[in-house]
């Protein structure tokens, strides 16, 4: 079985890579699945098939979406139906939510006086912005050194420039998935401050629990892996590569056992 990587961004969201070198990132690093997971988008999802095809790695359509519940439940897709209109247009009300969001945001950095303007996020990511997007920003005015660094001063609760998310709740994002032929997997749940909601999500859909995940311990990773099994989900896991210049650059950064592979890549055969 070869190696996969299951959750991946590229420039239609907050990757630094087009979609097609995401694909060839994967095949320098013998991965031969590969799911293009961007936020809120699954329009790089045909570039990046056709270089797949090019390259001899098999990929597979995904999709992360930002929930506004606790401020890190995102619900990844999986076996989705990239060119269904119901999802274009769930997508798109997602889309201008995060807009809004991010122009909120740079009001509030200008209000605690820092140079910034809603056009220096203009063509920052083909689809998607998010707050990765005025971290850059921040970096490429040197008012921080990186990414990391602007979210540690500038964009997490209690700083100057957070706001709130304003995307869907967990029900919707689930919903989301389903009503285009997908499945729902919890994403990073070493992130998830409220765990105990893990029985509510499976009754709204939920199917899965991304176990294997490069800031997860070891031990971490057999408490996820136990948990979905206690709760009858499937495991998930992907490197949540997002490109040079952005702290998640390892693509292929986890090593999931045989028998997940093959019961994520059964499913996504017959997607």
Same mark, same amino acid.
């Given at each position: 079985?070869? #190696?996969?990587?299951?959750?991946?961004?590229?420039?239609?969201?907050?990757?630094?890579?087009?979609?097609?070198?995401? /694909? @060839?990132? %994967?095949?320098?690093?013998?991965?031969?699945?590969? /799911?293009?997971?961007?936020?809120?988008?699954?329009?790089?999802?045909? *570039?990046?098939?056709?270089?797949? *095809?090019?390259? $001899?790695?098999?990929?597979?359509?995904?999709?992360?979406?930002?929930?506004?519940?606790?401020?890190?439940?995102?619900?990844?897709?999986?076996?989705?139906?990239?060119?269904?209109?119901?999802?274009? @247009?769930?997508?798109? *009300?997602? !889309?201008? !939510? @995060?807009?809004? #969001?991010?122009?909120?945001?740079?009001?509030?950095?200008?209000? +605690?006086?820092?140079?910034?303007?809603?056009?220096?996020?203009?063509?920052?990511?083909?689809?998607?912005?998010?707050?990765?997007? /005025? +971290?850059?920003?921040?970096?490429?005015?040197?008012? /921080?050194?990186?990414?990391?660094?602007?979210?540690?001063?500038?964009?997490?609760?209690?700083?100057?420039?957070?706001?709130?998310?304003?995307?869907?709740?967990?029900?919707?994002?689930?919903?989301?998935? @389903?009503?285009?032929?997908?499945?729902?997997?919890?994403?990073?749940?070493?992130?998830?401050?409220?765990?105990?909601?893990?029985?509510?999500?499976?009754?709204? $859909?939920?199917?899965?629990?991304?176990?294997?995940?490069? +800031?997860?311990?070891?031990?971490?990773?057999?408490?996820?892996?136990?948990?979905?099994?206690?709760?009858?989900? $499937?495991?998930?896991?992907?490197?949540?590569?997002?490109?040079?210049?952005?702290?998640?650059?390892?693509? $292929?950064?986890?090593?999931?056992?045989?028998?997940?592979?093959?019961?994520?890549?059964? !499913?996504? %055969?017959?997607?």
């Amino acid at each position: 079985m070869g #190696r996969v990587d299951l959750h991946c961004h590229s420039t239609y969201s907050d990757g630094t890579l087009a979609p097609a070198e995401v /694909v @060839r990132r %994967a095949k320098a690093k013998n991965i031969e699945f590969l /799911v293009l997971s961007d936020h809120d988008s699954v329009s790089g999802y045909p *570039e990046a098939r056709e270089a797949g *095809e090019k390259l $001899g790695v098999k990929v597979f359509c995904g999709i992360e979406i930002n929930t506004r519940e606790d401020g890190q439940v995102h619900v990844l897709g999986y076996g989705i139906d990239w060119r269904s209109e119901a999802l274009a @247009r769930r997508l798109a *009300e997602f !889309r201008e !939510r @995060r807009r809004r #969001r991010a122009s909120l945001i740079l009001e509030k950095l200008r209000g +605690a006086g820092i140079d910034i303007a809603d056009s220096d996020l203009d063509g920052v990511s083909k689809e998607s912005l998010g707050r990765p997007h /005025v +971290a850059d920003a921040l970096k490429r005015k040197k008012v /921080v050194g990186s990414r990391q660094e602007a979210f540690k001063k500038y964009l997490t609760k209690g700083t100057p420039g957070y706001v709130e998310p304003m995307g869907p709740d967990v029900a919707e994002a689930i919903a989301t998935i @389903r009503e285009a032929g997908g499945w729902a997997s919890l994403a990073h749940p070493g992130t998830v401050k409220t765990p105990e909601e893990l029985p509510r999500w499976k009754a709204l $859909g939920l199917e899965a629990l991304e176990a294997y995940y490069p +800031a997860h311990t070891g031990a971490q990773t057999d408490r996820f892996a136990a948990l979905a099994r206690e709760h009858g989900l $499937g495991i998930t896991g992907g490197s949540d590569f997002h490109g040079p210049g952005t702290g998640r650059d390892k693509m $292929g950064a986890i090593e999931m056992p045989s028998a997940a592979i093959d019961a994520v890549l059964g !499913r996504l %055969a017959h997607a």
